[in-house]
């Protein structure tokens, strides 16, 4: 019950065989894969493609607002949602209510002539509509920009990689790539891989570019699906659609900033055989790109309002909240056409 120095699963325990300088990052280490955007922003950069999202290419953005229409791509924040089995549910309790002061309370009673309510949310940070920090995602004890992986710890949090440090990006340019639309359906089936030559296909359908420093969108109507299901524990058994290892390259040429889908975890589930480990793009997204990626969106609205207006790309403020030292937050990313 252990680990090896290398960091894989043994049955004894044997320390890491590298040392952690002042700035906590691995001393030596070198990430030999590639793409990768280490040193890229700095060697102590803990905000990754996001630096794309200058002033310049915000204010661009802004130009693209043409009707007002304001679109929400968040799903309702409540416990029907559809949160990752290995993390607990959203719990939504009030205080004080309504109720209390037609019944005559303590609180009536301690306040005279006060009535109001007042209620508190329990959730996992990335049980709802979300980004993944930095700190989410780790390989071979590094996280993004070659920081140690012991900077995030139960007792402080994520003292590199936070959320937090993003608190005033991810507002520019939106574009949305309907894979569905394109293929002639409602959804993509479970275990469908976008690829490369999909999300190309896509762009020449919609006669959209996707640039740098774009907040890439991509539907794939899983999300959806939850929802229409009578029994909703059959949505977690087969898989789920989502892009597939050679997006990788793709999304670093294209160099986008930020990578949101309406799927539970960006990737392709059943993995792609090989994999060395659950979850393999998001090693290769969060910890090699340092790309922010987003999950659980809701796109339908958006969606149908692209088709009908033949314009993918748009304006959207999307900054997670200000949660100090944090591996992700929820939010609620605003389109407005």
């Known amino acids: 019950m252990g680990r090896n120095a290398d960091g894989s699963w043994a049955d004894e325990w044997v320390p890491p065989n590298f040392t952690v300088d002042k700035n906590g990052k691995i001393v030596g280490y070198v990430n ?159 275990g469908y891989a976008i690829t490369p030559q999909d999300l190309e296909d896509a762009c020449s359908a919609q006669g959209v570019e996707v640039r740098e420093a774009d907040i890439l969108i991509i539907r794939t109507g899983h999300v959806p699906y939850f929802y229409s299901l009578a029994d909703r524990s059959t949505f977690w058994v087969g898989g789920a659609p989502g892009i597939n290892l050679d997006c990788v390259q793709w999304l670093a040429d294209k160099d986008v900033a930020a990578l949101a889908m309406d799927n539970i975890a960006i990737e392709v589930e059943p993995f792609e055989e090989p994999y060395e480990h659950v979850y393999p793009l998001h090693a290769r997204l969060i910890r090699d790109l340092g790309l922010t990626l987003g999950e659980v969106w809701w796109l339908e609205e958006l969606a149908d309002a692209c088709a009908a207006d033949g314009k993918y790309e748009f304006f959207i403020s999307a900054p997670p909240l200000n949660v100090t030292n944090a591996s992700g937050s929820p939010l609620n990313p605003i389109v407005v056409k």
């Open 32 to 190: 030999d894969r590639t793409p990768n955007n280490w040193g890229r922003w700095g060697e102590l950069d803990e905000r990754g493609t996001v630096n794309l999202l200058t002033p310049e290419k915000v204010a661009a953005a802004a130009q693209l607002i043409e009707t007002g229409q304001v679109f929400s791509l968040a799903i309702p924040l409540d416990s029907t949602g559809p949160v990752h089995p290995t993390r607990t549910g959203v719990v939504h309790m009030y205080g004080y209510t309504g109720s209390d002061f037609v019944a005559g309370s303590v609180a009536g009673k301690q306040y005279p002539n006060f009535q109001g309510t007042d209620d508190y949310i329990f959730m996992p940070l990335q049980g709802s509509t979300q980004w993944d920090a930095m700190a989410h995602f780790f390989y071979k004890d590094t996280m993004f920009n070659g920081f140690w992986i012991g900077n995030v710890e139960s007792f402080a949090g994520a003292r590199r990689g936070s959320i937090h440090n993003m608190k005033d990006t991810l507002v520019g340019r939106g574009v949305l790539l309907d894979i569905p639309r394109l293929k002639g359906l409602e959804r993509l089936e479970k």
